[in-house]
């Protein structure tokens, strides 16, 4: 079964500091990935995609894949209270299929 | 990206009842897709509503439980049949565009609660 991975948290991280979210999946056709922001009791927003290896950065947000290591990394720069929300990984075949498999998701939470 | 707009935004209904939740577009999208996201947990996809012919439904789920319907490429409906109180659980719609790189967009989705 195709599986992506997240660490559940909850992830506490001091305002201004770098966060950290990390995201592994098995399916090793998995081509591109998302990275969606829910905040409690809304619907998940997309921040980031990223299809190719190394870096992709936008604003605050660099996104990180590494397709050998089958790894997607979110990192969010000077934290804000704003960010404190649940992260969720997800990625696509690009095999035939549009469909996402999310993963479980990350709760970010950003202490003043 | 697209407006996509659901309704009902949330309910509450008596076990036993259906629900259909409607989302609609603000322009033609090749791709719609509607979730099931139990509390606490993560999206799982229920099926893809296909234009013009039957949704395909991943496994754990059938036609006869959540039927859908895509009239055109703007609008879609998800029913919730003879629901019990494991049916509650937030339902969103999302729409896509065909390449494996086009992100999905998501609707504010339904809250259901089933008594």
């Known amino acids: 079964q195709k599986e992506v991975e997240q660490n559940s948290g909850p992830l506490s991280v001091p305002e201004g500091a770098i966060a950290s979210l990390n995201c592994t999946y098995s399916?090793?056709?998995?081509?591109?990935f998302f990275w969606y922001r829910q905040y409690s009791g809304k619907s998940p927003e997309l921040i980031m995609s990223i299809y190719s290896n190394g870096d992709k950065e936008d604003g605050r947000f660099t996104a990180q894949l590494n397709k050998a290591s089958q790894y997607v990394s979110l990192l969010i720069r000077d934290s804000q209270p704003s960010d404190s929300a649940t992260y969720l990984c997800a990625g696509v075949s690009n095999f035939g299929n549009e469909k996402l498999t999310f993963g479980t998701g990350t709760r970010l939470t950003i202490i003043p | 990206s697209a407006v996509i707009s659901q309704k009902p935004s949330r309910d509450i209904c008596q076990r036993g009842t259906s629900l259909t939740i409607q989302c609609q577009v603000d322009?033609?999208?090749?791709?719609m897709f509607w979730y099931r996201q139990q509390p606490g947990q993560s999206l799982t996809l229920i099926a893809t509503?296909?234009?013009?012919?039957?949704?395909?439904?991943e496994s754990g789920f059938v036609i006869d439980k959540f039927p859908i319907s895509r009239p055109n490429l703007t609008f879609s409906t998800l029913t919730v049949s003879n629901m019990s109180p494991e049916d509650s659980s937030i339902y969103l719609c999302?729409?896509?565009?065909?390449?494996?790189?086009?992100?999905?967009?998501f609707g504010d989705g339904t809250r259901l609660s089933i008594l």
């Open positions: 999302s729409v896509g565009d065909p390449g494996g790189n086009q992100p999905q967009h």
């Open positions: 509503a296909n234009q013009g012919s039957e949704a395909t439904y």
């Open positions: 322009s033609q999208v090749t791709m």
């Open positions: 399916d090793r056709g998995s081509q591109s």
